[in-house]
C-alpha cells in the first residue's frame, strides 16, 4: 500500500486514501453532511462504516477549484470484512485458491501479522466501490435538500445521486510509485519477453489483465501464420492458386487456437481466484428506469420495466434500424465499387505512376469511411441499448456487443465477400485486403492512443508547467494528485480494443489464405497495441476499477462465431482456386459437392473438437473438484454434530 | 406409506420393510454377523443406523430356500436425516422448493405431525440405498471369514460385497396397494389423459418419470405431424415431388419441439425438486480396478487407473472395432442390395402376387438382421466400454451411449441414405422406410414386454397357482411377496427405451418428408410402447431404485444432434426434388449453391434459435434466484453478527 499520501481521519488518524469521490460544485450543505454521515456510520446502522475526509485543496490553489471532493479509504479490519462480503478468493496454505473469510485469516498463505499488505490497492479500492455501491436509502424519501431526488427503502445512494448529478465521479487513485515500476516492466522497458499479467493483475485487476493476456496470446498465435506467409509472399506472389494449403492451415489454426484460449483463460482465473468465485445477485444498471414495484427475486421496492415493451422496443425498433444500417453500408460499399472501376478506366486508359496512385484512393477513402460509419453507428447502438432500457449491466453490455459486431462485420468484410465470392477477382481483393487493413490500423492507433494522449497533454500543459516549476522533482501533494486524475480521461472498459482484436481476427482467418502477409501486419499491429494500450492504461487514462473476470465473456463467442465462418469462407475458397478445380475438369457440380461435403466434415470435427478438449486443465478441474468435495464434507460433519446432539429415540 | 406389511425389530419393535438385501447361499455366519452389525451401528461410530431383519421364510417353504434374505427399513427420524444428507429438495410453506433440512422440517408444506408420509416409498428407499452405499470400511483389511476380500478405509462394504458375489442383490420392495392404484390410473383404465406423471414419479422417482414425459412429449409432438402427413399420404402418392412444404414443416418442428423439451422438464424437474439439487461427489463405478493410492480430490485410499492408459485403449482398440463393425454393417447393406436387385429382376421376368410380396423380402431380413446385428454390437459395446474401466458411471454412461448410438445410427440409416443420394431412388426409399419401421416396431414391442412378460409367467405359474390355491383373495405375506420379487428380472434403466425413441425420431426426422406416413406410425407405435412400457415397469420387473434426473442428460444431446443431421438431409432431399429442381433448368451448379445456401441459413437459425429461447422458463429462473438471492443474504446476515460481535477498533 502506499505509505507516502495519508490524510487525517476527524478522530485525528491518518488513513490512506484510495478512492476519490467528487460532487458537484453547487451541492448542498445537508445533502453532502448526509452522504458523509451514512459512509461514515457503523454498518449495523446501515451504514459503510468507510473513513471518509475532504480533501484540503493545494496551498498553491490560485484558481477555482472544486471544494466538494473527498477522499475515501478504510480501517484494515474493514477491508478485511470487506474482502469476504465480495467474496474474494485468495491463496490458502495449501496452495488452493478459496474464498476469504475474516475468522479464517491466519490461514491464507500471504496474511501476515495484522493483514497489512494482504490485500492489493486495487482490491481494497474495489471492496470500497463495493460497499459505497451497496449503500441504501433506508426512510429516507429523498435526498436531503433534494425534494425531487426520491429514494425508496433499498435504494442505492451513490447510483441515484449519481443518475441525478450530484455525484460527478467516483474514481480509485493511481499509485505513483507502483504505476511506475510496473510501467517500467511492461513497456518502457523494450525487451523480449511476456507481459506482467500477474503485475498487471495486481494494479489493475482481472479484467485488464485478462485483455492483455489475450492481445499476447493471439500475437504468439499468429506468429506461425506469419512465419509461413512471408515465403508465400515473398515467392508465389502471382501463383495464388497455391493457397489451398495455406487455407486449410488457417481453419485448423483458428479452431485449436481458440480451445487452447479457453484453457490458458481458466489457469489464469483460477490462479487470480476469479474462476469459482460466485457471482453476487446483480442490481439494476444506473441509467435503468420504471416504475416502483417490488423485485420478485429481491421482494425489494426497485423500478420495474415490462419485459413485453422491452421485446417490442428490440423487435420494432432496433432491429429495422440495424437493418437499415446495414444497407446503407451495403449503398456505400456500391458506391466504392464505382469509384474503384473509374479508378481503374483512368488507368487503363493512359498509365503512368500517378494513376497507379489513384488505383489505392478509393481503398483508402472507403476504408476512411468505414471508420467513421463504425464510429457513428457505434454511438447509435449505445443509444439504442439504453433506449431499449434493460435492468443489468451484463444484458445492456451483451445486446451492445451484439449491435455493433453485427454492423462492424457486415461494414469491413462485406465489400471483400463481394470481391471474393461476386466479382471473383483475386487481384482485387488482395489490393483491398491489404490497404483496408493498414489503413485500419494506422487509423485505430492514432484515435486510440495518439489523439487521447495529445489531448491530455495540451490540457494539463499548464499544470504540469507550474508543478515542475514549484516543484521540480519532489512528491506531489495529494491535493495536486487527485486535481491531476479528476481530469485524467475515463477509461471506458476493454469494449473497443476487444472489437479491434476481433476485426482483425476476421482478416486473418477469413482472407489471408489470399493475402498471406495478413498475418504479419497483424503481429506488428498487436506488438505496437501492446505497447500503446499499455501506455494509454498508464498514463492517459484515470485508474479503472478494477473488474473481476473469470474469461474473456461474450467475446469468447464472437471469436468462436468467427472461426465457424472462416470454415465456410476458407472452404468456397480453396473451391475457387484454379488448382482444385483442375481436379473436377469436367463437372463443376461434383466440385461443388465435394468442397460442401468437406465443409460439413470440418465444420462436425470442429464442433466435436470443441466439445472433446476440456475447457479446464485437469489438475485445476482437480483442484475445484477438491474444494468442493472439501465444503460438501464439512457441512456433513457439522449436520451430524447437530445430530448426534439430538435425542433420536423420540419415537 | 404400506401399513400391511411389517417387521418386529430386535428389541420388539415393529417396522416397515422397504429394501431387501440377498447374501449369497453360502455366505459365512461371521460375514453376515458383521455386515448386519455394521447396518445397525451408530452413525458417529461409522454405522448406517438402519433397522435390518432377518425375513421368516413362509410357512409353506417346502422346497429350499435361501435363508439369508435380509429386509431393511429405518425410524421415521433417521430417514428424514437421510433426506437432509442426500440432499431432498421439497416444497417449501411459500410454495418454492428448497433443500429439506431437520431443523426446518416443519415450515415444509406436506409436514404434518411426527413425519409419517413427509416422504414417500420410493425416496425412503433411495435414502436407504444411499446409506447403505455409504457404508465404508473402517479399519478392517478384509471382510470378516474371507481373507481374500480386502478392504481399506473409506472402501464401500455394499459394492465390495457386491463385486465380489457374496451380496447377490440389493431391491427395494413394491406397494402392493400404491402399484395397483398407480397401474389403475396409467395403463389399465383406457381413456384420453395424459399420464400421471406425478405419480410414477412419486412411485419410480424422477428418472422414469421424465423417460415417461418425454415419450408423452413426443408423441404429442408427432400429432401435428401425422395429421399433416395422411392428407399428403392419401392424395399424393405418386407425386413425391410436391414433399418440399412438408420438409420445411420437419425442420422447424424438430428444432421447436426440442428447445421447448427443454423448458418443460426444467419446469417438471422444478417441481419434483431436482433441478436445483446440488450433485453428490461421486464414487468409483462398482467394475472400476486400479492400484491403490490416493485420490487427488478426496484423499481417501482409491483405486486409481492411468487416464492414459485408458485413453490408448479406448483410441487403439475401441474406436478401430467400431469402425470395424461400421464396415460390417455396410457389408450386409451391401449383401441386402444385392438381395433387392435379385428379388427385382425375379418380379421383372414373370411378376405374380407371389414376386410381389418377394419385393417385399429381403427389406424384412434386412430390417431383422439389423436388430440382430444391433443386440450384439450392444453387448460387444457394454464389455468394451467396461475393460477401458472408466471411474464414474456417468462417464461409462457417455461412452457407451456414444458407442451404442453411433453405430445404431450407421446401421438403420446408411441403406436408407445410401438409397436416397447415391441411387436417387424415392420409391425404393419409401418402400425400405416402411418395412424397418414396421418390421423394427414389432421386433422392438416383442422383445421388450410380451417376451419378458412370458419368461417371468412361466417362471411363476407354478408359485401362482400354488398361491391362488392356498391363499385365494388374501393379502400375500411378507416373506412370499419378497420371493416373488426377487425372482422377477431386473430392469436395467431407461437406456433401451430412450435409444429405441432416438431411432424412431430419426425416422421421422430424416425421411418422413419421403414417406409422410412414418410419423402416423411412430405415434400409433408410441402410444402402445406408453402401455407396454407401464405395463412392464408395473408386473414383469422389480421395482428399480428411483434415479434423481433433473433431464434427459446425453440424450437431450443425441436428438439434438439428430436434429442437425436432419437439417442436411431434409435440404438435400429437397434440393433433389424435381420441383425445385425444375427452377433452375439450366445451371445445375445454381440448384445446388442455392441449397447449400438455405442450408447453411437455417443451420445459423438453429443456433441462433437455441440460444435466444431460454432453457428455464421465466417464473422458474426467478424463483430459483430468489433461493439463491436469499442464501447469499442470509450468509451475510450471519457474517454481520459474527462481526459486529467481534471489537474493531483493535488496529
Known amino acids: 500500500m502506499q505509505k507516502s499520501l495519508s490524510v487525517y481521519d476527524s478522530d485525528g488518524s491518518t488513513f490512506a486514501p484510495l478512492v476519490v469521490i467528487e460532487l458537484a460544485l453547487e451541492t448542498k450543505e445537508e445533502a453532502i453532511a448526509w452522504l458523509l454521515n451514512r459512509v461514515r456510520d457503523k454498518q449495523q446502522y446501515g451504514g459503510a462504516e468507510l473513513l471518509v475526509e475532504q480533501l484540503t485543496p493545494g496551498a498553491q490553489g490560485t484558481e477555482k477549484v472544486n471544494p466538494n471532493v473527498y477522499v475515501v479509504g478504510a480501517s484494515w479490519q474493514r477491508l478485511l470484512y470487506g474482502a469476504e462480503d465480495v467474496g474474494l478468493f485468495k491463496e490458502f496454505?495449501?496452495?488452493s485458491m478459496r474464498g476469504f473469510t475474516y475468522a479464517n485469516k491466519h490461514n491464507f498463505k500471504e496474511f501476515q501479522g495484522d493483514g497489512d499488505g494482504f490485500l492489493s490497492m486495487a482490491e481494497c479500492q474495489y471492496i470500497i466501490k463495493h460497499e459505497l455501491d451497496n449503500l441504501r436509502a433506508k426512510d429516507e424519501a429523498h435526498v436531503p435538500g433534494y425534494p425531487k431526488m426520491k429514494l425508496y427503502p433499498g435504494k442505492s445512494v451513490i447510483r441515484r445521486m449519481q443518475s441525478k448529478g450530484i455525484l460527478v465521479q467516483v474514481f480509485p487513485l493511481h499509485e505513483k510509485e507502483e504505476l511506475k515500476r510496473l510501467s517500467f516492466s511492461w513497456y518502457k522497458n523494450i525487451k523480449l519477453s511476456f507481459q506482467p499479467l500477474d503485475d498487471i493483475r495486481h494494479y489493475f485487476g482481472e479484467g485488464m489483465a485478462l485483455y492483455f493476456g489475450f492481445l499476447e496470446y493471439f500475437t504468439l498465435a499468429l506468429i506461425p501464420m506469419a512465419l509461413i506467409g512471408i515465403p508465400y509472399y515473398l515467392f508465389d506472389w502471382e501463383d495464388y492458386d497455391k493457397f489451398t494449403v495455406f487455407a486449410g492451415?488457417?481453419?485448423?489454426?483458428?479452431?485449436?487456437i481458440l480451445e487452447l484460449w479457453k484453457r490458458l483463460?481458466?489457469?489464469l482465473a483460477y490462479g487470480w481466484g476469479t474462476l469459482s468465485r460466485k457471482k453476487a445477485f446483480e442490481e439494476p444498471r444506473p441509467g435503468f428506469h420504471g416504475v416502483l414495484g417490488v423485485n420478485p427475486v429481491t421482494g425489494r421496492a426497485e423500478p420495474l420495466y415490462s419485459n413485453a415493451k422491452r421485446q417490442l422496443r428490440i423487435y420494432l425498433?432496433?432491429?429495422?434500424?440495424?437493418?437499415?444500417?446495414l444497407y446503407l453500408s451495403l449503398y456505400v460499399m456500391m458506391i466504392y465499387f464505382d469509384m474503384e472501376g473509374w479508378a481503374l478506366m483512368i488507368h487503363d486508359e493512359e498509365p503512368t505512376f500517378w494513376t497507379?496512385?489513384?488505383l489505392f484512393i478509393p481503398s483508402i477513402i472507403y476504408a476512411v469511411v468505414i471508420e467513421i460509419m463504425n464510429l457513428i453507428y457505434r454511438y447509435a447502438a449505445e443509444f439504442l441499448t439504453g433506449w431499449e432500457n434493460h435492468r443489468l449491466k451484463s444484458t445492456f453490455q451483451n445486446h451492445l456487443v451484439l449491435k455493433v459486431l453485427v454492423f462492424n462485420f457486415f461494414n469491413c468484410f462485406a465489400s471483400l465477400f463481394y470481391i471474393a465470392f461476386v466479382m471473383q477477382d483475386m487481384v482485387l481483393l488482395r489490393q483491398s485486403l491489404a490497404t483496408l487493413l493498414i489503413t485500419s490500423q494506422i487509423l485505430n492507433q492514432i484515435m486510440e492512443a495518439f489523439l487521447p494522449y495529445w489531448l491530455q497533454r495540451r490540457r494539463n500543459k499548464k499544470a504540469h508547467k507550474r508543478m515542475i516549476k514549484t516543484m521540480g522533482d519532489k512528491e506531489l501533494p495529494l491535493s495536486e494528485q487527485v486535481k491531476l486524475e479528476a481530469d485524467m480521461s475515463t477509461y471506458l472498459g476493454t469494449f473497443d480494443d476487444y472489437l479491434e482484436l476481433f476485426l482483425l481476427f476476421g482478416y486473418v482467418s477469413l482472407f489471408s489464405c489470399v493475402y498471406p502477409l495478413a498475418a504479419v501486419l497483424v503481429v506488428l499491429n498487436?506488438?505496437?497495441?501492446v505497447y500503446s494500450d499499455a501506455f494509454?492504461?498508464?498514463?492517459?487514462?484515470?485508474?479503472?476499477f478494477s473488474e473481476p473476470a473469470a474469461n474473456i465473456g461474450?467475446?469468447?463467442?464472437?471469436?468462436e462465431a468467427m472461426s465457424v465462418i472462416a470454415v465456410v469462407t476458407n472452404c468456397a475458397l480453396i473451391g475457387m482456386s484454379p488448382q482444385v478445380k483442375s481436379y473436377f475438369p469436367e463437372s463443376e457440380t461434383q466440385l461443388i459437392l465435394w468442397v460442401v461435403g468437406f465443409e460439413h466434415f470440418l465444420l462436425a470435427s470442429k464442433f466435436i473438437l470443441t466439445f472433446v478438449i476440456p475447457d479446464v486443465p485437469k489438475h485445476i478441474q482437480i483442484k475445484l473438484s477438491r474444494l468442493e468435495f472439501e465444503s460438501l464434507e464439512a457441512l456433513k460433519k457439522r449436520k451430524m454434530l447437530e445430530a448426534s446432539g439430538i435425542p433420536k429415540t423420540d419415537k
Open 93 to 95: 496454505n495449501d496452495g
Open 554 to 559: 461474450v467475446w469468447q463467442l464472437a471469436f
Open 526 to 529: 498487436n506488438v505496437t497495441e
Open 317 to 325: 425498433v432496433s432491429i429495422p434500424f440495424v437493418l437499415l444500417c
Open 536 to 544: 494509454k492504461m498508464c498514463t492517459v487514462f484515470k485508474r479503472p
Open 249 to 256: 492451415f488457417n481453419l485448423v489454426w483458428c479452431t485449436v
Open 265 to 267: 483463460s481458466a489457469s
Open 356 to 358: 497507379g496512385v489513384l
